[in-house]
Structure formats: structure tokens, C-alpha cells
């Protein structure tokens, strides 16, 4: 059974930092390209960051580009999300997910396993 399960969030002010972690079980981990994607309240799930399987190659949203890194390690079947910079419109419930092909997308629909999210609220 594959589970993704994200720890990190929490509540943070405007300006600060938080490292999300998403840890894989039951697949093999550095098959998949991986992704970060997020839900604000009354929103779609939106992408955020992806990583490809080896970690050579990385792509970011324009709206956290420059403010959020996404790595990844495959020994610990681990990816992460540093975010720094933390905006209000930032906060939202983060979620990892796993995308068979190489190097994952944008797209929500590309991705075949999800973690249950973590919030990241961010006060002014």
C-alpha cells in the first residue's frame, strides 16, 4: 500500500520560514517524479514545485519561484519543501504526490499518489 505523508506545516508570520517534509512507503521512491501542490480555502489545488526522479531537474509556480526549494532524497524516500519569504497568500494545505513519469508536471491529473496535506497558515 503506498502511503505519502507530509509533516511541517504550522503557523508561521509573514516573512518567516517553514521545511515541509513528505516521506513515501510502498512504492519505489526514486521512480517517481515528485510534486508539491496547495489548496487555499475555496480554492483549486494549485501546483507549487516538482521535482524530477533523480532531482536534476526542478520547476516552480511563478508565485513562489525564488522563495521555495524543492529537493528530494531518495535513500530516505523523502521530498522536501523549503519555503522562505512566507507570504499570507501562501497559506493553504500543502500536499506531496508521486508521478510515474520522469519528470512529473504541473498537472494534478499526472499524479497517481497523494499524501492527506499539511496546513502552512501565515499571519501578517
Known amino acids: 500500500q503506498v502511503q505519502l505523508v507530509e509533516s511541517g506545516g504550522g503557523l508561521v508570520q509573514a516573512g518567516g520560514s517553514l521545511r515541509l517534509s513528505c516521506v513515501a512507503s510502498?512504492?519505489?521512491?526514486?521512480?517517481?517524479?515528485m510534486g508539491w501542490f496547495r489548496q487555499a480555502p475555496g480554492k483549486e489545488r494549485v501546483f507549487v514545485a516538482r521535482i524530477s526522479r533523480s532531482s536534476g531537474r526542478t520547476y516552480y509556480a511563478d508565485s513562489v519561484k525564488g522563495r521555495f526549494t524543492i529537493s528530494r532524497d531518495n535513500a530516505k524516500n523523502t521530498v522536501y519543501l523549503q519555503m522562505n519569504s512566507l507570504k499570507t497568500e501562501d497559506t493553504a494545505i500543502y500536499y506531496c504526490a508521486a508521478d510515474a513519469n520522469a519528470y512529473g508536471s504541473r498537472d494534478a491529473l499526472a499524479y497517481e499518489y497523494w499524501g492527506h496535506g499539511t496546513q502552512v497558515t501565515v499571519s501578517s
Open positions: 510502498g512504492l519505489t521512491f526514486s521512480t517517481y517524479a
